[in-house]
Protein backbone atom coordinates (compact mmCIF):
# COMPACT_ATOMS: atom_id res chain seq x y z
CA UNK A 1 0.00 0.00 0.00
CA UNK A 2 0.99 3.35 -0.87
CA UNK A 3 -0.11 6.11 1.17
CA UNK A 4 0.64 9.28 1.57
CA UNK A 5 -0.04 12.34 4.25
CA UNK A 6 -1.37 11.41 7.95
CA UNK A 7 -3.44 8.25 6.80
CA UNK A 8 -4.91 5.57 9.42
CA UNK A 9 -6.63 2.48 8.36
CA UNK A 10 -8.45 0.63 10.99
CA UNK A 11 -8.14 -2.79 12.60
CA UNK A 12 -9.07 -5.81 10.32
CA UNK A 13 -8.83 -4.18 6.76
CA UNK A 14 -8.06 -6.06 3.65
CA UNK A 15 -6.14 -4.54 1.02
CA UNK A 16 -5.51 -5.70 -2.54
CA UNK A 17 -2.07 -3.99 -3.97
CA UNK A 18 -1.86 -1.75 -5.41
CA UNK A 19 -4.02 0.37 -3.28
CA UNK A 20 -2.88 4.33 -2.48
CA UNK A 21 -4.51 6.29 0.52
CA UNK A 22 -4.13 10.17 1.22
CA UNK A 23 -3.32 10.96 -2.42
CA UNK A 24 -2.24 14.88 -1.96
CA UNK A 25 -4.82 17.67 -3.75
CA UNK A 26 -3.05 19.94 -5.66
CA UNK A 27 -2.44 22.26 -2.41
CA UNK A 28 -0.40 19.51 -1.05
CA UNK A 29 1.82 18.66 -3.93
CA UNK A 30 5.18 17.78 -2.59
CA UNK A 31 4.19 18.62 1.31
CA UNK A 32 3.90 15.40 3.79
CA UNK A 33 2.59 16.92 6.75
CA UNK A 34 -1.28 16.84 5.90
CA UNK A 35 -4.53 14.93 6.38
CA UNK A 36 -4.20 11.52 4.46
CA UNK A 37 -7.23 9.54 4.59
CA UNK A 38 -8.58 7.76 7.82
CA UNK A 39 -10.69 4.58 7.67
CA UNK A 40 -12.94 2.64 10.42
CA UNK A 41 -12.24 -0.93 10.73
CA UNK A 42 -12.47 -3.87 8.76
CA UNK A 43 -12.40 -2.06 4.68
CA UNK A 44 -11.67 -4.12 2.27
CA UNK A 45 -10.55 -1.93 -0.56
CA UNK A 46 -9.79 -3.74 -3.61
CA UNK A 47 -6.80 -3.35 -6.81
CA UNK A 48 -6.63 0.17 -8.55
CA UNK A 49 -8.36 2.07 -5.44
CA UNK A 50 -6.88 5.26 -4.99
CA UNK A 51 -8.45 7.49 -2.03
CA UNK A 52 -7.06 11.29 -1.91
CA UNK A 53 -6.48 13.08 1.60
CA UNK A 54 -8.78 14.80 3.62
CA UNK A 55 -11.39 11.69 3.12
CA UNK A 56 -13.04 10.19 6.06
CA UNK A 57 -14.90 6.49 5.81
CA UNK A 58 -16.43 4.81 8.40
CA UNK A 59 -16.36 0.62 9.19
CA UNK A 60 -17.32 -2.16 6.76
CA UNK A 61 -16.01 -0.13 3.59
CA UNK A 62 -15.89 -1.64 0.50
CA UNK A 63 -14.21 -0.47 -3.13
CA UNK A 64 -14.55 -2.54 -6.00
CA UNK A 65 -11.57 -1.96 -8.62
CA UNK A 66 -10.50 0.97 -9.58
CA UNK A 67 -12.00 3.03 -7.59
CA UNK A 68 -11.40 7.02 -7.22
CA UNK A 69 -12.11 8.72 -4.54
CA UNK A 70 -11.61 12.71 -4.34
CA UNK A 71 -10.45 15.74 -1.38
CA UNK A 72 -12.42 16.39 1.45
CA UNK A 73 -15.49 13.69 1.33
CA UNK A 74 -17.12 11.79 4.20
CA UNK A 75 -18.45 8.25 3.82
CA UNK A 76 -20.57 6.55 6.39
CA UNK A 77 -20.09 3.39 7.85
CA UNK A 78 -21.47 -0.08 5.83
CA UNK A 79 -20.72 1.80 2.67
CA UNK A 80 -19.54 -0.05 -0.67
CA UNK A 81 -18.18 1.83 -3.89
CA UNK A 82 -18.22 -0.29 -6.82
CA UNK A 83 -15.95 -0.80 -9.84
CA UNK A 84 -14.58 1.92 -11.66
CA UNK A 85 -16.86 4.39 -10.02
CA UNK A 86 -15.34 8.00 -9.35
CA UNK A 87 -16.18 9.97 -6.62
CA UNK A 88 -14.75 13.83 -7.09
CA UNK A 89 -14.30 16.25 -4.36
CA UNK A 90 -16.29 17.66 -1.78
CA UNK A 91 -19.18 15.07 -1.33
CA UNK A 92 -20.89 13.83 1.56
CA UNK A 93 -22.09 10.22 1.45
CA UNK A 94 -24.13 8.38 4.46
CA UNK A 95 -24.45 5.24 5.93
CA UNK A 96 -25.19 1.70 4.42
CA UNK A 97 -24.97 3.32 0.64
CA UNK A 98 -24.50 0.65 -2.01
CA UNK A 99 -23.05 2.62 -5.38
CA UNK A 100 -22.64 -0.26 -7.71
CA UNK A 101 -20.27 -0.21 -10.78
CA UNK A 102 -18.87 2.92 -13.09
CA UNK A 103 -20.87 5.34 -11.29
CA UNK A 104 -19.67 9.15 -11.63
CA UNK A 105 -20.67 11.57 -8.56
CA UNK A 106 -19.14 14.85 -9.05
CA UNK A 107 -18.80 17.39 -6.55
CA UNK A 108 -20.50 18.81 -4.34
CA UNK A 109 -23.11 15.71 -3.58
CA UNK A 110 -24.77 14.83 -0.69
CA UNK A 111 -26.42 11.45 -0.47
CA UNK A 112 -28.02 9.97 2.90
CA UNK A 113 -28.75 6.82 4.36
CA UNK A 114 -29.56 3.41 2.31
CA UNK A 115 -29.11 4.80 -0.83
CA UNK A 116 -28.97 2.84 -3.75
CA UNK A 117 -27.44 3.78 -6.69
CA UNK A 118 -27.36 0.96 -10.28
CA UNK A 119 -24.51 0.97 -12.15
CA UNK A 120 -23.07 3.72 -14.93
CA UNK A 121 -25.29 6.28 -13.28
CA UNK A 122 -24.18 9.61 -13.69
CA UNK A 123 -24.66 12.64 -11.46
CA UNK A 124 -24.07 16.03 -12.81
CA UNK A 125 -22.56 19.46 -11.38
CA UNK A 126 -22.45 22.19 -13.49
CA UNK A 127 -25.89 23.46 -15.40
CA UNK A 128 -23.82 25.25 -18.68
CA UNK A 129 -20.85 22.89 -19.07
CA UNK A 130 -18.02 23.85 -18.90
CA UNK A 131 -18.56 27.37 -17.27
CA UNK A 132 -19.30 26.88 -13.85
CA UNK A 133 -21.76 29.07 -13.39
CA UNK A 134 -24.07 29.34 -11.22
CA UNK A 135 -21.65 27.81 -8.96
CA UNK A 136 -21.05 23.99 -9.10
CA UNK A 137 -24.27 22.40 -7.25
CA UNK A 138 -24.23 18.19 -6.80
CA UNK A 139 -27.71 16.70 -6.52
CA UNK A 140 -28.82 15.63 -3.07
CA UNK A 141 -30.34 12.29 -2.86
CA UNK A 142 -32.17 11.67 0.36
CA UNK A 143 -32.41 8.84 2.39
CA UNK A 144 -33.89 5.42 1.34
CA UNK A 145 -33.65 6.56 -2.23
CA UNK A 146 -33.05 4.28 -5.15
CA UNK A 147 -31.72 5.39 -8.51
CA UNK A 148 -31.75 2.52 -11.44
CA UNK A 149 -28.90 1.68 -13.71
CA UNK A 150 -27.87 4.29 -16.68
CA UNK A 151 -29.94 7.25 -14.81
CA UNK A 152 -28.25 10.80 -15.39
CA UNK A 153 -29.38 13.67 -12.82
CA UNK A 154 -28.84 17.25 -13.46
CA UNK A 155 -27.71 19.97 -11.04
CA UNK A 156 -29.00 20.48 -7.57
CA UNK A 157 -31.91 18.10 -8.33
CA UNK A 158 -33.14 16.96 -5.20
CA UNK A 159 -34.19 13.02 -5.12
CA UNK A 160 -36.74 12.69 -1.81
CA UNK A 161 -37.05 10.20 0.94
CA UNK A 162 -37.94 6.53 -0.14
CA UNK A 163 -37.78 8.33 -3.99
CA UNK A 164 -37.03 6.19 -7.10
CA UNK A 165 -35.78 6.83 -10.62
CA UNK A 166 -36.44 4.30 -13.12
CA UNK A 167 -33.37 3.01 -15.07
CA UNK A 168 -32.34 5.14 -18.55
CA UNK A 169 -34.07 8.12 -17.05
CA UNK A 170 -33.11 11.35 -17.26
CA UNK A 171 -33.93 13.64 -14.35
CA UNK A 172 -34.31 17.50 -14.79
CA UNK A 173 -36.38 18.41 -11.78
CA UNK A 174 -36.98 17.21 -7.99
CA UNK A 175 -38.35 14.05 -7.04
CA UNK A 176 -40.51 14.25 -4.34
CA UNK A 177 -40.23 11.90 -1.25
CA UNK A 178 -42.17 8.64 -2.41
CA UNK A 179 -42.25 9.44 -5.61
CA UNK A 180 -40.91 7.70 -8.79
CA UNK A 181 -39.27 9.76 -11.56
CA UNK A 182 -39.15 7.71 -15.39
CA UNK A 183 -38.17 8.56 -18.90
CA UNK A 184 -36.42 11.13 -20.86
CA UNK A 185 -37.17 13.70 -19.72
CA UNK A 186 -38.26 12.02 -16.04
CA UNK A 187 -42.16 12.43 -15.75
CA UNK A 188 -43.51 11.84 -12.00
CA UNK A 189 -45.91 8.62 -11.05
CA UNK A 190 -46.52 7.11 -7.76
CA UNK A 191 -44.01 4.62 -6.43
CA UNK A 192 -45.24 1.35 -7.14
CA UNK A 193 -45.72 -0.53 -3.70
CA UNK A 194 -43.38 -3.64 -4.34
CA UNK A 195 -40.41 -0.52 -4.57
CA UNK A 196 -41.15 1.35 -1.19
CA UNK A 197 -37.77 1.13 0.94
CA UNK A 198 -38.50 1.55 5.24
Known amino acids: MIHYGHTTLGEGAQVFEPVTLGFPSREFLGASDYQGTTIGK ?6 GT ?5 VTIGDN ?3 GHNVLIREHTTIGDDTAVGTSTVIEGNCAIGTGVS ?16 VFIGP ?19 PVIEDGAAIGA ?11 KGAAVAAGSVVTRDV ?18 EMRRS
Open 150 to 160: NVTILPGVRIG
Open 120 to 138: NAVLTNDRYPPSGRPDLEG
Open 61 to 63: FSS
Open 176 to 193: PAGMMAVGSPARLRPLPP
Open 42 to 47: NAVLRT
Open 99 to 114: IQSMVFIPTNTTIGDR
Open 50 to 54: IIYCH
